[in-house]
């Protein structure tokens, strides 16, 4: 346990390192302090940090956004993120490029230098996941050598690179990792010194996780008809995972460190008894664990026990309104008030125990992928078999009965399943609204939420606007007005205004991404 945490503050540590190395000679080194660590004991850092550091953070906020949990108080700061107040106070922007990347771009460098293009492979594949997360949040992003190339001091004022560049420059970086897995010159193995928690050393489900990211952002250009490729995303989905097992995730560790534990357990906030972070799960969450798409028929999902626990006061599962708090009773209607009404948020189940893990893209979220792809190119019924697999793989995933998973199947065939495929709306509900439960908490549910313009007719009747609405910047008679992008962090905006732009709440929050506007 303690040797994890060790190597996640390493991995700090060598970044300041390494970027203060030059600015001495070569004389009078110690050898039991070397300035330089192997990429070997680099790559450690790079997974844990994109995790722990990187996606959780911008996570965080956005599990509120993406409408999964509820905070308890309709007062203080952790009701923010629920009812869209967000400043130049978040924070994902500064873990990503000071604390993350750094580890990404030197683990690259080290395997060139060492000549172990695996850990390139790796770097490249980790790096790419962090500009994606950080573009589908904020749009125009800082890239490569503009910010920091592992040998000279990072640039403090450099230039953003429009959402479309990024993109491109993602599936080149992929491309790139995919081929250095190929590399059949590999002088050190992945886990030669135990640091690759993910995968152990298997260079080939590195690879198929590079095709599976590739599948994901391919998919994200749903909305530009010159990009979009159904063909070229099944083809990715097909390369990326293909089973059970390979899910890109490490398991956090119970009753560690608290920075060993999964953040959503403890240390991200939930420990509060009067006022954590997240109180409960939100009742839109629920809906889509307890009804059907389309048809919004009652059926209990034999995944929610798994996912959630139910209330200590009646053993019924139910959850608050965004926004409303407590004391707005169940989907703000005023009954149910009390907080044995509701089963807590952390520590709940399989998404928020302590040694829970927090995927980075799951197999499921692959074969849905396909799905989607597979539906827009007019095979429907290719898209209810990949749509199927994907269900089913989460299901088994969670260690839900083989029988169990059957009769809840069977529910969907009678329910109109294929009926439903025969029409675009109809079999995107099925899949978002299966994403959104395979990917709880996943910041990837965003971005499907914005891609469907935040459609009743995808999710369901219960996917409103928050209550207690920042009405500041959104307008409480728009329905259709839905939180699009995030604001530049502070730092950022001080430092380097010419290139951030115009940062205010107004124009960031409600301005779509590039992905988000059709073409």
């Keep these: ?14 970044v300041m390192s390494l970027l203060a190395c030059n600015s001495y000679l070569d004389v009078n080194v110690d050898p039991d302090n070397p300035t330089k660590v192997p990429a ?16 959780w953070r911008g996570a965080r906020e956005v599990a509120a956004v993406s409408q999964y949990a509820a905070t308890k108080l309709t007062t203080g700061s952790n009701l923010n993120a629920e009812t869209w107040r967000f400043t130049a106070s978040y924070f994902f922007w500064q873990n990503a490029y000071v604390f993350t990347m750094p580890n990404c771009v030197d683990l690259i460098n080290l395997g060139e230098e060492e000549g172990s293009p695996h850990f390139v492979g790796v770097g490249k594949t980790l790096l790419a996941l962090n500009f994606g997360m950080l573009a589908d949040q904020y749009g125009a992003i ?3 050598e503009q910010y920091y190339d592992g040998r000279s001091q990072i640039n403090l004022t450099p230039t953003m690179s429009d959402q479309k560049t990024v993109y491109a420059r993602i599936d080149q970086l992929l491309d790139e ?9 590999n002088k050190t193995g992945l886990n030669a010194n135990g640091g690759d928690i993910m995968y152990q050393g298997d260079v080939q489900k590195w690879k198929r996780f590079a095709w599976s990211l590739k599948a994901r952002y391919l998919n994200h250009l749903s909305k530009k008809s010159s990009l979009y490729n159904p063909q070229k995303i099944i083809d990715a989905c097909q390369k990326g995972f293909n089973a059970d097992g390979m ?20 240390w991200g906030g939930f420990t509060s008894a009067t006022d954590p972070r997240y109180f409960t799960w939100t009742q839109f969450f629920v809906d889509q664990l307890t009804t059907f798409p389309v048809t919004n028929s009652p059926y209990q999902d034999p995944r929610i026990g798994k996912i959630m626990m139910p209330a200590p006061s009646d053993g019924q599962y139910r959850g608050l309104r965004s926004g409303a708090g407590l004391i707005g009773g169940q989907n703000g209607t005023g009954v149910k008030t009390s907080e044995n009404d509701y089963g807590r948020f952390s520590q709940s189940g399989y998404y928020t125990n302590q040694d829970s893990p927090f995927p980075f893209i799951t197999y499921s979220e692959v074969k849905l992928i396909e799905a989607e792809a597979r539906l827009r190119s007019g095979d429907a019924g290719g898209a209810l078999t990949a749509y199927e697999e994907g269900v089913k793989a989460n299901i088994r995933k969670l260690g839900v009965a083989s029988a169990d998973i059957n009769t809840y199947w069977s529910a969907q065939i009678a329910d109109g399943l294929a009926v439903h495929f025969s029409t675009l709306t109809g079999g995107l509900s099925h899949i978002m609204r299966q994403k959104y439960i395979t990917q709880c908490l996943n910041p990837e549910t965003w971005v499907d939420l914005r891609r469907m313009n935040y ?12 209550a207690n609405l920042n ?11 839905w939180i699009q ?31 988000n506007v059709e073409e």
Excluded: H
């Design 485 to 515: 992008a995030m604001v530049y962090e502070t730092n950022e905006q001080n430092r380097n205004p010419g290139a951030v732009g115009d940062n205010s709440e107004r124009y960031r929050l409600l301005t779509p991404l590039w992905w």
């Design 177 to 185: 990792a995919i081929a250095a897995f190929d590399n059949p010159t």
């Design 247 to 266: 899910d890109a995730q490490f398991a956090y560790i119970r009753g560690g460190q608290e920075t060993d534990k999964n953040p959503w357990s403890s």
């Design 40 to 55: 070997a004991s680099r790559i450690v850092g790079a997974i844990t940090l994109t995790n722990g550091a990187a996606m």
């Design 471 to 481: 009405a500041t910047i959104f307008d409480p008679n728009n329905n259709n007005q």
């Design 455 to 466: 459609s009743q007719q995808i999710y369901g009747p219960n996917l409103r606007r928050p």
């Design 142 to 144: 800082v890239i490569d």
């Design 1 to 14: 346990m303690e040797k994890k945490f060790f190597y996640r503050i390493c991995g700090l540590v060598m």
